[in-house]
């Protein structure tokens, strides 16, 4: 076949998936990749793209191809007066950070992980926090996509919009991406505080808080009183000959402050309570006060995204905004009653209505609630009580983490999901890019 490299099992970043393809591709253009699908559609095999295997859901296993989007990165074009850049589907989002650097801009609104492909992290509708800043998905104005049938199809705001908002959440199954065109704006800085402060006063005015911050989230470690809340102010970006956005020294003391107590320690932490889950209770105390209040000003990219050495499962939902404090106040009251003992904190963010047809946040404004779960520590009768939680609510989970949904579930939180299908179904009516997770998801 085609661009095929030496198969061998594929896991996810997390820990939770394996699996070994018939086949492992991995093409270097966009020609390639249409004949890998035209091989595939002949031998009746089913083609999976794959990035940094960043999602805990199964989208990408498969016993057919996967096409590995490793070499397909870089930039495609920049465009500094019109503040818009396009990139190779699998470039990664800190590789677009520093291409966007280069020409002095940024993007508007980033998530914490920067590690993922660009095309993997719109797939999943993969967001930042901020109720005035699109997420990555709305960020998208271009997109362009090999199928099956072997065509380029190429979709913006203006040509084809429909497949655009289609496509700004795919999960893999309208096309293999091949470039993405993304609006950007002016470098600029944040300033970043962070403190700590009682979660139950926190929560009373949680939705007050969230309109008030350009930028806004909070922590709250299971079996403390306490909630780490983070809030970032958007800054001009100053000459460099005045004033350096942050100096080494500061960088660097922030980077071991990260390293220590809020990595290697929770890490460690972590180990100890997969050997002695009794001790969980008083180890995330111990986490929990060992964070410090700190502020600092930096490069948006800088303070929006953080190293993630330590590797976990998470299952996230999207909630409606005005839903988020009863979800909360329900599940920290699930989590005291019935004892779960979890090493990683809950985190709460926010954002704005999205455009995507399968955005977890399509058309409402939104707040998030993801948990995580050191890898080797049970999680699956915790995820599916809170899951129960989350849905009541009127939740939507996040693409790329755990959850028990099915077409079925999905069908009435989606009013564009029937376009959606109607789009998959034009680009790829053989199903080629079907998985087994995606055909129980999408009904199909």
Known sequence: M????????????????????????RPEDSDQVLRVLEEAATAGLSVRPSGSGHSWSPLVPTDGVRLDTSLLTGLASVDEDRQQVTVFAGTTVH?????????????????????????????????????????????VIGISLATPSGDVIKCSETHRPDLLRAARVHLGVLGVVLTVTLRCVSAFRLHCAEFREPVAGLVDSLQERMSGA???????????????TRVMSRLHRLSTTYTRPASPISRALRRTDDAVLRTSLSAGLGRVGT??????????????MAVSSRRYTDISYRAFTASRPVHYVASEYALPLEATVPAFR??????????????????????????????????????????????KRPHKTFFRAAEEIFVAHGGRPHWAT????TAADLT???????????????????????GEHTREVLGV
């Open 2 to 25: 085609t661009a095929q490299v030496k198969s061998a099992a594929w896991h996810s970043w997390g820990g939770n998936l394996r699996s070994r393809p018939g086949a492992t591709v």
């Open 95 to 139: 590789q677009l950070n520093l291409i966007l650097e280069e020409h002095g801009l940024a993007l508007a609104n980033l998530s914490d992980c920067a590690h993922m492909t660009v095309a993997g992290a719109i797939a999943t509708g993969t967001h930042g926090t901020g109720l005035g800043q699109p997420s990555l998905g709305d960020q």
């Open 214 to 228: 350009d930028h806004f989230e909070f922590s709250w470690m299971p079996g403390t009183s306490v909630a780490h």
């Open 275 to 288: 050997m002695m889950p009794r001790t969980v209770g008083g180890l995330n105390k111990i986490g929990s």
């Open 330 to 375: 329900e599940l920290k009251a699930l989590v005291d009653r019935d004892g779960y003992k979890l090493t990683f904190p809950v985190i709460v963010r926010c954002s704005p209505p999205e455009q995507g047809y399968l955005s977890p946040a399509a058309g409402r404004y939104t707040g998030w609630i993801n948990l995580r779960q050191y890898g």
């Open 402 to 405: 755990l959850h028990t949904r």
């Open 412 to 434: 009435p939180s989606y009013p564009h999901w029937d376009e959606f299908l109607a789009l998959r179904a034009e680009l790829d009516p053989d199903g080629v890019l079907l």
